[in-house]
Structure formats: structure tokens, C-alpha cells
């Protein structure tokens, strides 16, 4: 079976400081990955998605990148984060032909004071 | 601009009511609709629609989509405690992007 692993599950970092997050997916090969913000009292917003390695599309511009480095690893990076970027990161992937069918990992709950 | 809204944004029952969730979307190139169940961490997938007038049901909860007047709704029956989450509508759009987008989530709040 497919299971999506995601850390840290918490985080506080201050203003200014870098960001790293990391998910990774086991059991399936060549998946689609996400990362979303879920903002306090808000919906998920797609931040990035990726249909393979070194395949990134933004959706939203803001001062956070994502990289895929290998098929089964997404990464999340802020070179300087915001106030703003506060946050609940969930990662998902999809089947390669199942991009609505998207499976979430546990999220990692970013405070950036 | 694609947008999906829930409603209400929130709600209290009691175990043993029915509540209603609905979700209005307006989204080009509809493929599917999605119902993810939130608790504390990841949402879970509870259903997807496709189908208009189809009905899927899954236990006590069900749901059916209307492509015409483009809403769904999320019946839940005999609430439980358990059913205390956050439920997430959300719409695949099949364009040039093919992303899903969520709506604002309804929170419900099951008392004893």
C-alpha cells in the first residue's frame, strides 16, 4: 500500500529565517505531488505541483519554491520566510492518470513569528 | 476565476441529527467533484462525483451532484461525535493546469 510521509509536523521559525520541508511517497513510482497551504479557517491552496522529476509548476507567486530532486521526494523552501507564510503544509500525490484522486499526508503546522 | 464555496462555514448539532453541507462551484472544464473528511491533520477522501443525479453513499454519509444547477451536497445521518471535522469540497478542473480546488471547508461540531 501507498503511504505519504511528511516532516517536520511542527515548526516555528522566526521571520527571516529558511524554510525546508520534506515529503516523501512509498509504494507507488512516477506519483504526482503537491504542496498545499491550508491557511487558519481557510481552504487548501495549491502551491506547487509536479508531474516528475525536476518538473515544478508555481501556481501562486509568493517567496517559496519547491523542488523534486527524486521521483518520490518534494521538497518545500523558503530562502527567507514571512509572517505570511504561516501556515498548515499538507502534501498529496496522485496516480499519474488520477490527478483529481489525491492522497494527503499528515501536514506539517508552520508558526513563522 | 474558478471558485468553489461551502456553506454553511460552520455548524453545531446534536449526535443523532442529519445535517446538510452543500457546495456551489463554478469552474471551467468540470471533470469531477471531491469530499474530503479533515479531523486534526490530512483530509481523507470520503467521495467523488462525476455522474449528475447519482447518488454515492458510503455508511451514514451520502452525496449526489447536480451539474445543471452546479452544486452538491454531503448528507450525514445519526451524527456522532466522530463526525466532528472539517469537510472539504473540492472540484477538479481539467485544463491546461488540472488542479482541484477547494472550497472554504464547512466546520461541524457533533455534541453529546
Known amino acids: 500500500s501507498q503511504t505519504i510521509h511528511q516532516w517536520p509536523a511542527t515548526l516555528v521559525q522566526p521571520v527571516g529565517s529558511p524554510l525546508s520541508l520534506e515529503c516523501t511517497v512509498e509504494?507507488?513510482?512516477?506519483?504526482?505531488l503537491y504542496w498545499y497551504r491550508q491557511a487558519a479557517g481557510r481552504g487548501l491552496q495549491l502551491l506547487f505541483y509536479s508531474v516528475g522529476i525536476g518538473q515544478i509548476s508555481s501556481e501562486v507567486p509568493q517567496n517559496l519554491s519547491a523542488s523534486r530532486p527524486q521521483d518520490r521526494q518534494f521538497i518545500l523552501s523558503s530562502k527567507k520566510l514571512l509572517l505570511s507564510d504561516s501556515g498548515f503544509y499538507l502534501c498529496?500525490?496522485?496516480?499519474?492518470?488520477?490527478?483529481?484522486?489525491?492522497?494527503f499526508g499528515p501536514g506539517t503546522r508552520l508558526t513563522v513569528l | 476565476e474558478d471558485k468553489v464555496v461551502q456553506s454553511p462555514l460552520s455548524l453545531v448539532v446534536h449526535e443523532g441529527d442529519t445535517v446538510t453541507l452543500n457546495c456551489s462551484y463554478e469552474?471551467?472544464?468540470?471533470?469531477?467533484l471531491l469530499w474530503y473528511k479533515q479531523e486534526k491533520k490530512a483530509p481523507t477522501f470520503l467521495f467523488m462525483l462525476t455522474s449528475s443525479g447519482i447518488e454515492k453513499k458510503s455508511g451514514r454519509l451520502s452525496s449526489i451532484l447536480d451539474k445543471k444547477e452546479l452544486f452538491s451536497i454531503l448528507n450525514i445521518t445519526a451524527t456522532q461525535t466522530g463526525d466532528s471535522a472539517i469537510y472539504l469540497c473540492?472540484?477538479?478542473?481539467?485544463?491546461?493546469?488540472?488542479?482541484?480546488?477547494f472550497g472554504q471547508g464547512t466546520t461541524l461540531q457533533v455534541k453529546p
Open positions: 498529496a500525490w496522485s496516480k499519474k492518470r488520477s490527478y483529481n484522486e489525491q492522497f
Open positions: 509504494g507507488t513510482s512516477n506519483p504526482n
Open positions: 473540492a472540484v477538479f478542473n481539467s485544463g491546461n493546469t488540472g488542479k482541484l480546488i
Open positions: 469552474v471551467t472544464n468540470f471533470r469531477s
